[in-house]
């Protein structure tokens, strides 16, 4: 099946510093892909949805100034948590569409923890 | 609003017996309804969808628009079905968005 890899898998970083998390689509191209936050134990909860060469859709009570997304190319989204706090701490985890058969692929997820 | 509900945190079954992880949604339209399963260590990846009617590692799940439920099913549990299962929806309009349920972790007892 299609593969989707996000990077890091892991990173730890101090209060107020900016983090990039990347989802790449390795063997197709996406137009579409999403970017979920999970806490522990809990479920997968939808930020945005990272559109190839236009404007990321955030959900609501998502801050867009604060997670950046930019989709720049069929294979990439990136997703940046600016001037990181403890409570950004999280596992953030990507999915991108298929865009024959629609499915989609999830990342492995990135467990980001802030100091 | 919508809204995937999955009461159970927890259901631990011993092997052979049958399983069946409880999911109901809200939605005001025609909704498209997945499993997603996690095994340990391992990415989310699609079990089922609700408009292919299959059978995937034995599970089948039936949608219940009377109900409001998309009950996931398997008539003999194995270990390897040890693993947390999310009950998923998408609204109409094709875009991919899901709305997902808290997951249910299963158990499988030998």
């Known amino acids: 099946g299609a593969v989707v890899s996000q990077h890091p898998s892991w990173v730890i970083c101090k209060s107020g510093t900016s983090v990039k998390i990347e989802c790449r689509s390795l063997d197709f191209q996406a137009t579409t892909m999403f970017w979920y936050r999970q806490f522990p134990k809990q479920s997968l909860m939808l930020m945005a949805t990272s559109n190839e060469g236009s404007k990321a859709t955030y959900e609501q009570g998502v801050e867009k100034d604060k997670f950046l997304i930019n989709h720049a190319s069929l294979t990439l989204s990136t997703l940046t948590v600016t001037s990181a706090h403890p409570e950004d701490s999280s596992f953030y985890i990507c999915?991108?569409?298929?865009?024959?058969?629609?499915?989609?692929?999830f990342g492995e997820g990135s467990r980001l923890t802030v100091l | 609003a919508q809204r995937v509900t999955q009461p159970e945190k927890l259901l631990s079954v011993f092997k052979g017996a049958p399983v069946e992880l409880k999911c109901n949604y809200s939605?005001?339209?025609?909704?498209?309804l997945f499993w997603y399963v996690q095994y340990s260590r391992q990415r989310l990846q699609l079990l089922l969808r609700h408009i292919s009617r299959e059978s995937i590692k034995g599970f089948t799940a039936d949608l219940n628009k009377g109900e409001t439920s998309f009950h996931l099913k398997k008539p003999f549990a194995q270990e390897e079905d040890s693993a947390m299962y999310y009950c998923a929806l998408s609204g109409s309009g094709n875009t991919g968005k899901l709305i997902f349920g808290q997951g249910t972790t299963l158990q499988v007892k030998p």
């Open positions: 999915s991108a569409r298929e865009p024959f058969s629609g499915e989609l692929f």
């Open positions: 939605y005001s339209g025609s909704p498209e």
